[in-house]
């Protein structure tokens, strides 16, 4: 039974290589257009036009009270409470030791550059929902913002029957937010980022969410900072003959239930492996929910790639520059060591991509698409900014106004060159 | 004679207040639509499309050759040449201290998350020119990415009168560009995120421009990552009755001389300070090069700020978020230390805004339109990224497996409990 497409690399030419790796996540010219017009509406009507939109388009739009999170922290399923205090432990133990120094530079007697990091003092974290529940992402969003010390920490996720679900409430809760919003798809992005009657704007927006969020979030940088626009989630596992077969398809079955535009790519060395993969997953199946989805899924957007060597293989994942890199084989080491672009990294057989996505304590909010050719993983360092406080005393001054003479005279600056003379000169004048 | 328009602070409505201090990067959305058209276009046409552009709109398409670049530093002016080698001294002692550094972090036993950064491949400067130049804008693109380690730093900037002005291509060869280009506006943004058949893409673009540009740079997002939009350049001076007048003044024009849409604001409890730094602007005018066009822009753009408490003065700055703040009061050392949201900060009187845009060492790239409230200077984090690297063994799985089922559950997601309990089941088959 073929599950797989095969994609001999060697085969591909220039461009079918280029349609298999350059992906990106920017949404549809229509989607764009539609969204920011919904931007535009918001920023303009407030809340009337976000719950307008609400009634139309779903999500709801209202703060969860503070006894409504209360009650579903009591009435939260005892081991799903464990798992998620478990899961909060992780995420603050590996983003604890993110929180960033501050460093002073003398760059010549008299000039001190120092850079100071700050906290941000409002963040909107926005969770998906409506037809699942994601309390995970809860705990990847809100918690690096706590270990940074932002003072207002504002969640916004759909409601699903007129509610945001219990499991979705006790995360928040549990978490650490300290405000907790019921809404969805742009119009709360919008929300977040231009404020509302009821709401205050956000200094930025992270998180995860569909095509008209991420577009939302790509309208709004500039009146707030932004994390990064997501795409659909994404595996690539590197396997060779020493991989289990059972363990490559169970783990990219687990991406193709992240959703049926998820990517997964296995790239091997072992045309044999490709075959073996296919009769686990189709073994698999049965035992799994939404079977039909996941076979879908992965005969529309599963490819294996056969390369003829290993160095080809690692090429081709450097290329492809995936989310989630899961490597088994030989040695698993070496070869995870040459992965430069990935979002996180998986090593060996007994690290399957969901103990990251759950229990490890990395982050699961991650760049697709490519991104991750120049982004990460969301971290501390996203819930602070810094800013540079300079520092000249007159001999400082003397000593860098040659530089400043002549650039701001090269640039044709003028007034930029008066600056740094006048000081000087009305000192001299003075003394 | 007055130059600054006044604002008394407690007299300012909510919105008027609010129309001061939030204003935003995001260009409007004519210029958003023509600009997607263009990078869609550039997409799919390549070369031939950016050079018609360029034929059309400026700034011409083509690599600067490594003579060009050789001979533009062998005839560079040698004060010029002095300055830019010492300001890039400066940028690389104050930025190489941001190298980050990897950690690795042991959640439980046997599951260890470490955090590796790695710089990127391949970048793109913009810096902006066509009627000015901009040197120091290369050095503060080009040599943070130097000190990163990225491989391949491509400049692209327009050429004036049909070729690179010999300043910026000496600045290019002296602070590490690998590759320049001539080239400008969106058309030459679409080319370093999606290349064309003789410039590869970039993994990211970094650096100023119009509006053009920065519609273009969001356009782009999520194909390659960028650093930040980019508006107008912006500074806010806290002085008081301690403030030298004539020093005010000149920081103010200083400003207005970076082009007539750039913001400059005074705040101060002194009424009467205003009066005087109208008077000093009044004086200096005729020193400066185009005086007409900075009288403009500071009565288009310029506003005086009087509070009648200290702290009502810094609540605003700290509301406005500027780009630059220069602190010219009693206690300088004091009022910095409260600003939070700037991207600069300019400690007394010592310290002209010009400083910085030379010869700190500090970036001059930085947060503009209130995006100071999230985000800082252009930094050498910005060329690399982190990825996570999971390591777990056999003992380690077990200790996560509850967690991982629990929240696996809660969330639909059997493929993603299997992942993890299967590995464990087929250990216990073979044992």
Not at 44 to 71: I, K, M, P
Not at 123 to 132: H, L, S
Not at 382 to 391: H, I, K, N, P, T
Request: charged share 20%.
């Amino acid at each position: 039974m073929t599950m797989l497409r095969r994609a001999r690399l060697e085969a591909l030419s220039d461009s079918e290589r280029r349609r298999l790796t350059r992906r990106s996540v920017i949404p549809d010219p229509s989607v764009a257009e539609r969204t920011a017009e919904i931007c535009r509406r918001v920023e303009r009507g407030g809340d009337s036009v976000v719950a307008e939109l609400a009634g139309r388009l779903g999500g709801g739009w209202r703060q969860v009270s503070s006894e409504e999170l209360d009650a579903a922290v009591a009435a939260l399923n005892p081991d799903i409470r464990s798992a998620l205090e478990a899961a909060i432990r992780a995420v603050a133990a590996v983003h604890s030791p993110q929180l960033p120094t501050d460093t002073e530079t003398t760059t010549v007697p008299g000039v001190s550059v120092t850079r100071v990091w700050a906290p941000l003092r409002r963040v909107g974290a926005y969770v998906p929902g409506g037809k699942a529940v994601y309390p995970s992402t809860v705990v990847m969003t809100v918690v690096p913002a706590v270990v940074a010390g932002v003072a207002e920490i504002v969640v916004v996720s759909p409601e699903h029957d007129g509610r945001l679900p219990e499991v979705m409430a006790a995360a928040c809760r549990l978490a650490g937010a300290t405000e907790v919003w019921a809404g969805g798809g742009a119009q709360a992005i919008a929300a977040l980022a231009y404020g509302t009657e009821t709401m205050r704007p956000v200094d930025k927006i992270v998180g995860p969410g569909n095509a008209y969020v991420t577009a939302a979030k790509l309208a709004v940088f500039g009146t707030c900072a932004i994390d990064l626009p997501a795409g659909p989630s994404e595996v690539l596992v590197i396997a060779d003959d020493t991989a289990d077969p059972r363990l490559v398809a169970v783990d990219l079955l687990c991406q193709a239930e992240h959703g049926p535009d998820s990517p997964a790519v296995l790239v091997t060395t072992d045309a044999s492996l490709v075959d073996r993969v296919d009769s686990a997953i189709a073994a698999w199946l049965p035992d799994l929910e939404r079977a039909d989805i996941l076979a879908k899924a992965l005969s529309d957007h599963g490819v294996a790639v056969i390369a003829e060597s290993r160095q080809a293989a690692m090429a081709f994942a450097e290329e492809y520059a995936a989310e989630h890199v899961s490597v088994m084989t030989r040695d698993p080491e070496a070869d995870a060591a040459e992965i430069r672009s990935a979002g996180s990294v998986y090593v060996g057989p007994w690290a399957p991509e969901s103990a990251g996505d759950y229990a490890t304590g990395a982050n699961h909010v991650l760049p697709t698409g490519g991104l991750a050719r120049a982004c990460g993983p969301l971290s501390v360092t996203d819930f602070g900014s810094w800013r540079q406080v300079q520092r000249i005393d007159r001999g400082g001054l003397e000593r860098l106004a040659p530089t400043i003479s002549a650039l701001a005279t090269a640039e044709g600056l003028t007034a930029h060159r008066l600056a740094a003379e006048i000081r000087l000169e009305i000192d001299r004048e003075t003394a």
